[in-house]
């Protein structure tokens, strides 16, 4: 199964960001109940659902969405994401929640799709991403580790899937459609922006990384701080970062590229994020205390970017703002019984 590609990750099912509330839907004074009811649970097989009622299951400001229309975009996106296809099968006892939420998402999808003026940009990115959706096809190995045999086409792929390919071209359309209406609202936001050195001195039981066979030496927090003090130490006497940062750090993704990471600000941990954001360039840190341990960093770069142009995981914390301030707008009613 193919898993959610990049052109379609977050605007296809922003459902799915806040769908997980779902397995607890209840809050947490229920959520042992929930969960054992779940774990009790036998997953099944998804089966696509039929898509010719024209039922009225959702109506909003202008429109209205069909059982037809939701059981098709259900389809699609069940096909794309295996996470949906998973709840679709197995959270029987939860289905009308579920098919609530991807209704409204249909009818902020629609509401969008026809706010956004018509560009010939759209369909030359639906035809290169449904190109590169057939090249997928075609790259991957005949069988899967299970030996159930590998659709070769998209054609193959989608026969009994409960969708067309004009369907899916047209759920990519849209997708590109929705896509321009984020980028609009978004296109006056900006984010801190960073590129800073770091070397992590963790604290933990020596457990860590040892799925990644990188066990880390057991550490106490007196034992992490005094070795944090000793990195910035001598890193103010000239040492070497990059030199060490592969001596000290505890972050394989980081310890041998000089302790260097760059990216949005907020995707890092709050105390981190916040020392990246004010502490003067160039200056060495005094240790950092977060949930990982202590950090000693220095800022190299700091500056305001677009945020229309940042990358999906940037974005997606404004985009899910976004959708459920259309959602408001567009009065959404569940029609579903």
Known sequence: MLRLSKWVKGAATIFLASALVLTGCGGAKETSKDQTSQASQTPTEFKPLPTNSNKVVAEYKGGKVTEGELNRYINIVAFLDPQLEMMM?????????????????????????????????????????????????????????????????????????????????????????????????????????????HILVSVNDGQAGQQQGQKQPKRTDAEAKKRAEEVKQKLEDGGDFAKLAK???????????????????????????????????????????????????????????????????????????????????????????
């Open 89 to 197: 099968g197995s959270m029987k006892d939860q289905q009308k929640q579920i098919k609530t939420e991807l209704s409204k998402e249909v009818a902020a999808r629609k509401y969008m799709a026809e706010r956004v003026k018509e560009d010939p940009s759209y369909k030359e990115k639906t035809d290169q991403t449904m190109k590169e959706f057939e090249n997928s096809f075609k790259n991957q190995p005949a069988q899967q580790q299970s030996g159930q045999k590998q659709p070769k086409s998209l054609d193959e792929a989608i026969k009994g899937k409960g969708f067309t390919k004009a369907e899916l071209q047209d759920f990519f359309f849209n997708f590109h459609k929705m896509d321009a209406y984020y980028n609009e609202q978004l296109k006056d936001e900006k984010y801190d922006w960073v590129k800073v050195q």
């Open 247 to 337: 001596e000290y750090s505890d972050d394989p993704g980081s310890k041998n590229s000089a302790g260097i990471i760059e990216g949005a600000a907020d995707q890092f941990v709050p105390e981190f994020a916040k020392a990246s954001k004010e502490l003067p360039l160039n200056k060495i840190s005094d240790p950092i205390k977060t949930s990982y341990g202590y950090h000693v960093l220095k800022v190299l770069d700091r500056k305001q970017e677009p945020l229309a142009k940042a990358d999906e995981q940037v974005k997606q914390p404004k985009k899910q703002e976004i959708y459920e301030s259309v959602v408001k707008e567009i009065g959404f009613k569940s029609l579903l019984t």
